[in-house]
T-cell receptor, first 113, second 117 residues
Framework: KAGVTQTPRYLIKTRGQQVTLSCSPI?????VSWYQQTPGQGLQFLFE???????NKGNFPGRFSGRQFSNSRSEMNVSTLELGDSALYLC????????????FGQGTRLTVV | AQKVTQAQTEISVVEKEDVTLDCVYE???????LFWYKQPPSGELVFLIR??????QNEISGRYSWNFQKSTSSFNFTITASQVVDSAVYFC??????????????FGTGTRLTVIP
């Protein structure tokens, strides 16, 4: 069974640009969550999608958005990039059962210059 | 409000030593779930264990063991006979039960374990 796939693995963007990150969950998993990991703030929850609907959202500005497609693949978008958005963005895939373990992808490392 | 505290930022041990990683959590819910994840240098978080709040039985899996004590709100992780491959950052996390069924994890700040050969 294939794991969680995130693309691209690395990105370098300039301040003010926007970026889209992609996540393909484990087959059969309908819940996809996104997390941001930085040295200063640690791992922080961004949002969760289930069956194409945002089910939960963390405390991030509106520049951070996401969506989920009918095949459960998810994208997150960050607009008007700031230097502080440089981070490892991790996607997690969870089955339909509540509070089960989340399986993570290898992440996308975003550098904003 | 929920919170997970991993007071140990970094730990170094010599190979074959035992090491315990501490985790203390806060939650107002009576039903919740606790997790441990390992993050090797490659970046992905590797699931190690999930425990619900009603199951205080300790668990052992090979060289790994977990001690869950509700009375002290702790969920500690012990690696016996540590190996160099155990070197990683370890995260403790808490998940509460949501009426919407939402899943999200609150992570501690992690403990970087270095096993010296």
């Amino acid at each position: 069974k294939a794991g969680v796939t995130q693309t691209p693995r690395y990105l370098i963007k300039t301040r003010g640009q926007q970026v889209t990150l992609s996540c393909s969950p484990i087959s059969g998993h309908r819940s996809v969550s996104w997390y941001q990991q930085t040295p200063g703030q640690g791992l922080q929850f961004l949002f969760e999608y289930f069956s194409e609907t945002q089910r939960n959202k963390g405390n991030f500005p509106g520049r951070f958005s996401g969506r989920q497609f009918s095949n459960s693949r998810s994208e997150m978008n960050v607009s008007t990039l700031e230097l502080g958005d440089s981070a490892l963005y991790l996607c997690a895939s969870t089955s339909t059962l509540m509070n089960t373990e989340a399986f993570f992808g290898q992440g996308t490392r975003l550098t904003v210059v | 409000a929920q919170k997970v505290t991993q007071a140990q930022t970094e730990i170094s041990v010599v190979e074959k030593e035992d090491v315990t990683l501490d985790c203390v959590y806060e939650t107002r819910d009576t039903t919740y779930y606790l997790f441990w994840y390992k993050q090797p240098p490659s970046g992905e978080l590797v699931f190690l264990i999930r425990r619900n709040s009603f199951d205080e039985q300790n668990e052992i899996s090979g060289r790994y063991s977990w001690n869950f004590q509700k009375s002290t709100s702790s969920f500690n992780f012990t690696i016996t006979a540590s190996q160099v491959v155990d070197s990683a950052v370890y995260f403790c996390a808490l998940s509460e039960v949501s009426a919407t069924g939402a899943n999200n994890l609150f992570f501690g700040t992690g403990t970087r374990l270095t096993v010296i050969p």
